[in-house]
């Protein structure tokens, strides 16, 4: 492992000369709905205006474009099924390079759009396995035969120094001195970087690293002192959900970085959904990792100036309902119930007269009935008013004598039926 790599500044400030002019040098601008709800100066620095809607693009154009002529020989070669792959592609097409991306056939046709459009004519898009992982070997396996080169989504330095241009920027722009940044965190390349910036310029501001709650793999290798790889993680918030960290990211995480804290994947589609109804912002579930975690640090922030890296915008429009409906779960104004229904007319209408408040709507509702039964199942979705609601909900069963069991803490059953 390497332990002893620190990214240098000067370094990263090499790499910007090298970015100047193929990146965005994207805003960094107050935000004030987040100020007035924390009682802080809160900017979003916001690579989801970059050129692939993700900061992505810093780090693999550093890392291409400063490979010898002998390395290029044979192309490049990557393994992505989102921000790094359009990094990588975009990067192939500025600088005339042939590249190949190994994505997951599962993959959603948008993306694979996207791809082609950055890469255009210099890249081969080949689709292979279910996950990432099959998608990930596959590429080493095509680069050992090929000996095309393998660009690395995080562990990698050149790809770390160019993703720590986001750090330099941030810095130039606030030009006054910044309390906490918030960096979301998925193989740690974007935060090492950042953080080898901020520890050298403004080693005052405290560095807060954001993983999504289902994909803990940086917090859990802190905490264990050597790398984790998690046998099963919550692929939700993709552009962060890793197995394992970087061997190169890890210890500079470790080292500077002030705290690692975990958001529910609930409380990320909040947050995506406030971003698009308040300020019209467009945020991918990683995007909106750093942001999620003001919550927990609301006390601390109160009257500071605090700077969130709104990481990328590359969300797919079809994933809006699971968007909405994980907030509502996250929320608690959405509960599941199988209900036992006696098999008799009216009955749906008792349910609906004695049990339903004033602001409850059932939103779903799956029954069929059953053959010489007394009693039939139905599974049923109430969307309440506020969470405040749900106890009086429960009552209202309760003293209706209505037969049901609850699904929200049933894993197993609310996957299988919801």
Same mark, same amino acid.
């Given at each position: 492992?390497?332990?002893?790599?620190?990214?240098?500044?000067?370094?990263?400030?090499? *790499?910007?000369?090298?970015?100047?002019? @193929?990146?965005?040098? #994207?805003? +960094?601008?107050?935000?004030? =709905?987040?100020?007035?709800?924390?009682?802080? *100066?809160?900017?979003?620095?916001?690579?989801?205006?970059?050129?692939?809607?993700? $900061?992505?693009?810093?780090?693999?154009? =550093?890392?291409?474009?400063?490979?010898?002529?002998?390395? +290029?020989?044979?192309?490049?070669?990557?393994?992505?099924?989102?921000?790094?792959?359009?990094?990588? *592609?975009?990067?192939?097409?500025?600088?005339?390079?042939?590249?190949?991306?190994?994505?997951?056939?599962?993959?959603?046709?948008?993306?694979?759009?996207?791809?082609?459009?950055?890469?255009? =004519?210099?890249?081969?898009?080949?689709?292979?396995?279910?996950?990432?992982?099959?998608?990930?070997?596959?590429?080493?396996?095509?680069?050992?035969?090929?000996?095309?080169?393998?660009?690395?989504?995080?562990?990698?330095?050149?790809?770390?120094?160019?993703?720590?241009?986001?750090?330099?920027?941030?810095?130039?722009?606030?030009?006054?001195?910044?309390?906490?940044?918030?960096?979301?965190?998925?193989?740690?390349?974007?935060?090492?970087? @950042?953080?080898?910036?901020?520890?050298?310029?403004?080693?005052?501001?405290?560095?807060?690293?954001?993983?999504?709650?289902? *994909?803990?793999?940086?917090?859990?290798?802190?905490?264990?002192?050597?790398?984790? #790889?998690?046998?099963?993680?919550?692929?939700?918030?993709?552009?962060?959900?890793?197995?394992?960290?970087?061997?190169? #990211?890890?210890?500079?995480?470790?080292?500077?970085?002030?705290? @690692?804290?975990?958001?529910?994947?609930?409380?990320?589609?909040? #947050?995506?959904?406030?971003? $698009?109804?308040?300020?019209?912002?467009?945020?991918?579930?990683?995007?909106?990792?750093?942001?999620?975690?003001?919550?927990?640090?609301?006390?601390?922030?109160?009257?500071?100036?605090?700077?969130?890296?709104?990481?990328?915008?590359?969300?797919?429009?079809?994933?809006?309902?699971?968007?909405?409906?994980?907030?509502?779960?996250?929320?608690?104004?959405?509960?599941?119930?199988?209900?036992?229904?006696?098999?008799?007319?009216?009955?749906?209408?008792?349910?609906?007269?004695?049990?339903?408040?004033?602001?409850?709507?059932?939103?779903?509702?799956?029954?069929? %009935? %059953?053959?010489?039964?007394?009693?039939?199942?139905?599974?049923?979705?109430?969307?309440?008013?506020?969470?405040?609601?749900?106890?009086? +909900?429960?009552?209202?069963?309760?003293?209706?004598?209505?037969?049901?069991?609850?699904? =929200?803490?049933?894993?197993?059953?609310?996957?299988?039926?919801?």
């Amino acid at each position: 492992m390497s332990d002893h790599y620190i990214p240098q500044v000067k370094d990263i400030q090499e *790499a910007n000369t090298r970015l100047n002019n @193929v990146v965005e040098h #994207t805003p +960094l601008t107050l935000n004030l =709905n987040l100020s007035e709800r924390y009682g802080a *100066a809160v900017y979003l620095k916001r690579e989801d205006l970059q050129i692939v809607r993700s $900061y992505k693009i810093r780090g693999a154009y =550093n890392k291409i474009s400063s490979l010898e002529k002998s390395s +290029l020989v044979n192309g490049v070669i990557c393994a992505s099924a989102g921000n790094h792959a359009q990094g990588v *592609a975009y990067s192939c097409q500025l600088l005339g390079i042939r590249g190949v991306i190994v994505m997951p056939s599962i993959t959603p046709k948008q993306k694979i759009r996207q791809v082609e459009m950055f890469g255009k =004519n210099q890249v081969e898009i080949i689709l292979h396995g279910d996950t990432y992982d099959d998608a990930h070997a596959e590429a080493l396996s095509i680069s050992r035969e090929s000996h095309a080169t393998f660009i690395h989504p995080f562990d990698d330095k050149k790809v770390i120094e160019g993703q720590g241009t986001v750090g330099l920027e941030i810095l130039h722009m606030a030009g006054k001195p910044l309390d906490f940044l918030f960096i979301p965190i998925g193989g740690g390349g974007l935060a090492a970087g @950042v953080a080898a910036v901020f520890r050298t310029l403004s080693p005052q501001t405290k560095l807060v690293g954001v993983e999504p709650e289902g *994909a803990p793999a940086m917090q859990r290798s802190i905490a264990s002192g050597g790398i984790v #790889t998690l046998k099963e993680i919550d692929k939700f918030v993709d552009g962060a959900a890793v197995q394992t960290v970087g061997e190169l #990211t890890f210890p500079v995480c470790r080292k500077l970085l002030d705290d @690692v804290v975990t958001v529910p994947e609930g409380k990320v589609c909040t #947050t995506i959904l406030k971003l $698009y109804n308040e300020e019209a912002i467009v945020a991918e579930p990683a995007g909106a990792l750093a942001i999620s975690a003001l919550d927990f640090y609301s006390d601390q922030i109160c009257g500071r100036e605090v700077v969130c890296i709104v990481s990328g915008s590359n969300n797919d429009i079809t994933r809006t309902e699971e968007i909405k409906e994980r907030s509502l779960l996250y929320e608690g104004v959405k509960h599941y119930f199988i209900v036992r229904f006696a098999q008799r007319a009216g009955a749906l209408r008792e349910f609906v007269g004695s049990v339903l408040g004033p602001h409850d709507d059932i939103t779903h509702f799956e029954y069929s %009935k %059953k053959s010489s039964r007394e009693r039939g199942p139905a599974v049923i979705g109430i969307e309440l008013k506020s969470p405040d609601d749900f106890k009086p +909900l429960l009552e209202r069963m309760d003293n209706s004598g209505i037969v049901y069991e609850y699904l =929200n803490e049933r894993e197993d059953l609310f996957q299988f039926l919801v």
